[in-house]
């Protein structure tokens, strides 16, 4: 069936650092992908979305780019805040079969210190 | 802002005991959705919910679970006799369409533990 495998961390950085999340999938059909966040204490929210190959999401600073050759979703940020701290998911919805829900990854807890 | 509102937060059972999760998605949603994150593993999907009906259910959703929008706010999961292996947080979900093709919006979780 389809999966997502993302790193797990947790994962500790410094403000204004470089972020790099890794994302990879698989998917019998042709998935939209997604990157959802997670602050402390409340819901995840999506953060961005990619819909067809060489699409490029962002939002708030953040990028992702859907590499179909290398089924990748890798999420990116040039300079973190400490206001970036949350958890991070990957996920992918592919309409194979009629199926219209979400396959999640592990999630990956980002805590950047000032 | 609207958001999905979830209670309690924490809830704590023994097992064999029925268990009632309760969420109110947003008010102009159609697609309501129930998903759980055991410690430590992947969010995994366990069922979608519109016109009244069970749309998507997961293997994990068997006959211990049930869903129901009791009054045209609420939208509940009911565990039957919980199981240690219930013990998870559990999101319930909304969109205006198919999640897909749109933004789900999410509840901050119940934490279950089963004892």
């Known amino acids: 069936g389809d999966s997502v495998t993302q790193m797990e961390g947790p994962v500790t950085l410094s403000e204004e650092a470089f972020l790099t999340i890794n994302c990879t999938y698989t998917?019998?059909?042709?998935?939209?992908l997604f990157w959802y966040v997670q602050y402390p204490g409340e819901g995840l929210q999506l953060l961005l979305k990619?819909?067809?190959?060489?699409d490029k999401g962002s939002n708030k600073g953040f990028e992702a780019t859907y590499r179909k050759e290398t089924t990748s979703f890798h999420l990116e940020k040039g300079s973190v805040q400490v206001s970036d701290s949350a958890v991070y998911f990957c996920?992918?919805?592919?309409?194979?079969?009629?199926?219209?829900?979400?396959?999640f990854g592990k999630g990956m807890k980002l805590t950047v210190n000032p | 802002e609207p958001e999905v509102t979830q209670t309690p937060s924490h809830q704590v059972t023994q097992m064999g005991q029925e268990v009632i999760l309760r969420c109110v998605p947003i008010?102009?949603?159609?697609?309501f959705y129930w998903y759980r994150q055991i410690l430590g593993q992947k969010v995994e999907f366990l069922v979608s919910?519109?016109?009244?009906?069970?749309?998507?259910k997961s293997e994990i959703f068997d006959d211990q679970f049930s869903v129901e929008r009791p009054d045209g706010s609420n939208f509940t999961l009911k565990i039957r006799s919980t199981k240690l292996e219930d013990s998870a947080m559990y999101f319930c979900?909304?969109?205006?369409?198919?999640?897909?093709?749109?933004?789900?919006?999410f509840g901050q979780g119940t934490r279950l533990t089963v004892v």
């Open positions: 990619a819909t067809k190959a060489d």
């Open positions: 979900a909304s969109s205006e369409v198919r999640m897909r093709d749109t933004e789900a919006f």
């Open positions: 998917a019998t059909g042709y998935p939209s």
């Open positions: 008010s102009n949603h159609l697609y």
């Open positions: 919910f519109y016109n009244n009906e069970i749309s998507e």
């Open positions: 996920a992918l919805s592919d309409l194979v079969g009629g199926s219209e829900k979400l396959v």
